[in-house]
C-alpha cells in the first residue's frame, strides 16, 4: 500500500470535526492537527518521520497528554506536513492574528467589572467564554537589575541544581522547557550596568552551566540540534570565565552527542580537545570521564588496545580524584556504580566484533555490579544499567535474564516516570541485538512490540 500524502491544501480548506483546521493551527492545537492526519492514514510512525519527533510522543500530543509549545518543535511540524508557517503565528499573518482571538489589555485601561464577573461566573460553572484572553494580564517584559551580587549567582546556581537533579531522576522532558524559560531571566543579570568584576566571572561560568544543563536535557530527548546550539553556548561563556573544567565537560557532552549518533572519530575529536582543557585545569574527574568515553568511540571502532589503554587511563585518574574539590557536573562519575555502568557499555560495544566476544563475560559482571550498587539511587542511570544487563545477557543468549531484565527495564522506562529518549532509544537497541540473539518467543515478542511502541522521543 502507497503511503499517504500531505495535500497542503488540507490546512486551508478542511476542518476537524466542526472546527476548521487553520483555526486549530492558529492555537497551536496539533492534537486535532494529528488526529485528522491518523484518521487519514497517516500512522504516527510515518508522522514521526516527517517531522522528526518521537512516534510515542505524537501519540501523546493527539491524546492530549502532552501540548506542544516550544518554537523548535512548531516550526519542525510546519515543515515536515507542508504547513504555511504564518498559518501557526511563526510568520507575519494577520488572519492567524484574528483566529486566536483578541489581544489581551491586561493592565491597560479600566476593567468592566460586571462583564468579567459574568465571564467568573461562567468558568466557575465550566464554560470558559471564547475572548477570555482579554481579561488576562498581559506578560511583563522585564528590563534588566540595576546590580547583580553574589546572591544573584548563587540563585542562579542552584537552579541549575535543581533541574540537574530532575535530569538524572526523571531524564530531559522533566526539566528542558522549565530550564530554557529560566534563561531569559538569567541572561537578562548579564546586562546589568553595574556587575563587579569577580560577580561578573562567576556569573558567567554560572550562566554557561545553564547552558551546559540544558544540552544536555536537550540531547537526552533526541533533540541535537538544540543540544549543540546550547552547549556550543556554554563553550563560549566558558572560555569568557576561563572555567576550564566547565569547558571539558561541554566538550565532553558534544562527543556523547556523536557517540549516539554512531560517529565514534567525531566523538574522539571532542574527546581529545576536552582532554587538553581537564588537564590544563588539573581537573582529574574530567580527565577519567573523558577517557571512559574514549574507551567506548574506540569499541565502536573495535580497537582492543586502545580501549584498554583508555579505561587503565581512566580507573588512574578517578582513582587521584578530590570528591571535595570536583566540579558539580562531572560528580556522577564519583558514584560507585558509575564505572561498572560504564565499563559495561564499553565491554557491550567492544563485544559487538566477532574477535572481541571474549569481553562478554567481563560486560555481564560489570552490568550486574552496577545495576546491584545503584539500586537504591534509582534514576535515568539505573535503567541504562538495567538495560546493559538486559544486552549483555541477550548476546550471551541467556533468554530468560533477557526477557526478565528487558521487561524490568520497560516498567522503569513508563513515560509518567521517566521522559527520555535516550532511554527509549537503548531499549530499542537491546531489541535489535535480542532479535539478531536469541529465538523469538511469545514472551520476547510481545517485549519487543512493546519497545517499538515507545518511539523515539518520550517528552
Known amino acids: 500500500m502507497a503511503a499517504p500524502e500531505i495535500d497542503p491544501q488540507w490546512w486551508s480548506t478542511a476542518s476537524c470535526g466542526e472546527v476548521p483546521l487553520r483555526s486549530s493551527l492558529a492555537r497551536h492545537d496539533m492534537a486535532a492537527v494529528f488526529g485528522f492526519l491518523h484518521r ?46 504564518h498559518y501557526m503565528g511563526l510568520g507575519r499573518d494577520h488572519v492567524a492574528t484574528a483566529l486566536r482571538g483578541p489581544a489581551p489589555h491586561g493592565d491597560r485601561g479600566e476593567l468592566d467589572t460586571q462583564e468579567m464577573l459574568g465571564a467568573v461566573a461562567a468558568i466557575a460553572v465550566g464554560a470558559i467564554p471564547a475572548d477570555t484572553a482579554r481579561w488576562l494580564p498581559t506578560p511583563e517584559s522585564l ?37 530554557r524559560g529560566y534563561i531569559g531571566l538569567a541572561s537578562r543579570l548579564m ?50 570565565a ?3 573544567p566547565l569547558m571539558a565537560n561541554v566538550l565532553y557532552r558534544l ?15 571532542m574527546f581529545g580537545l576536552g582532554q587538553m582543557l581537564a588537564q590544563q585545569a588539573r581537573c582529574t574527574v574530567s580527565s577519567a570521564v573523558l577517557h ?9 571502532l573495535g580497537q582492543e588496545a586502545n580501549v584498554r589503554d583508555s579505561m587503565r587511563r581512566a580507573a588512574t585518574e578517578l582513582a587521584a580524584a578530590d570528591p571535595d574539590t570536583a566540579p558539580e557536573w562531572c560528580r556522577f562519575a564519583l558514584a560507585e556504580a558509575d564505572p561498572h555502568g560504564m565499563s559495561a ?77 535516550r532511554v527509549a532509544d537503548r531499549l530499542q ?21 512493546h519497545i517499538e511502541g515507545l518511539g523515539g522521543e518520550t517528552a
Open 40 to 85: 487519514r492514514g497517516f500512522s504516527w510512525v510515518y508522522l514521526s518521520a516527517l517531522t522528526r519527533i518521537g512516534a510515542g510522543r505524537i501519540s501523546e500530543i493527539a491524546s492530549r497528554q502532552r501540548v506542544v509549545c516550544d518554537y523548535d518543535v512548531l516550526d519542525r511540524i510546519a515543515e515536515g506536513l507542508k504547513i504555511p508557517r
Open 255 to 269: 562527543g556523547r552527542i556523536s557517540l549516539h549518533q554512531r560517529d565514534p572519530r567525531g566523538a574522539l575529536q
Open 292 to 300: 571512559a568515553n574514549m574507551a567506548w568511540a574506540y569499541a565502536m
Open 429 to 449: 537497541g537491546f531489541w535489535r541485538t535480542a532479535q539478531r540473539a536469541l529465538p523469538l518467543g511469545d514472551g520476547l515478542t510481545a517485549l519487543g512490540r
Open 345 to 421: 557499555l564499553v565491554y557491550i560495544e567492544l563485544a559487538q566484533h566477532e574477535q572481541c566476544r571474549g569481553y562478554l563475560d567481563k560486560a555481564a559482571g560489570h552490568a550486574r555490579e552496577a545495576v546491584r550498587l545503584r539500586s537504591s539511587e534509582g534514576g535515568r542511570s539505573y535503567v541504562f544499567d538495567v538495560i546493559s544487563l538486559a544486552t549483555a545477557s541477550a548476546l550471551m543468549g541467556d533468554l530468560d535474564d533477557a526477557l526478565m531484565f528487558g521487561t524490568r527495564a520497560c516498567e522503569l522506562a513508563r513515560p509518567e516516570s521517566m521522559s527520555s529518549a
Open 143 to 179: 528590563p534588566p537589575p540595576k546590580r547583580v551580587t553574589a546572591n544573584d549567582v548563587a540563585t542562579l546556581r542552584a537552579v541549575t541544581a535543581l533541574h540537574r537533579r530532575l535530569d538524572a531522576e526523571l531524564g530531559g522532558g522533566a526539566c528542558l522547557y522549565s530550564a
Open 191 to 240: 546586562s546589568a550596568p553595574r556587575i563587579p568584576r569577580e560577580v561578573g566571572i562567576e556569573l558567567t561560568a554560572a550562566l554557561a552551566d545553564l547552558h551546559n544543563l540544558i544540552g544536555w536535557s536537550a540531547h537526552d530527548l533526541d533533540l541535537h540540534d538544540l543540544a549543540r546550539r546550547h552547549l556550543v553556548k556554554s563553550l563560549v561563556l566558558g572560555r569568557r
Open 242 to 244: 576561563n572555567a576550564f
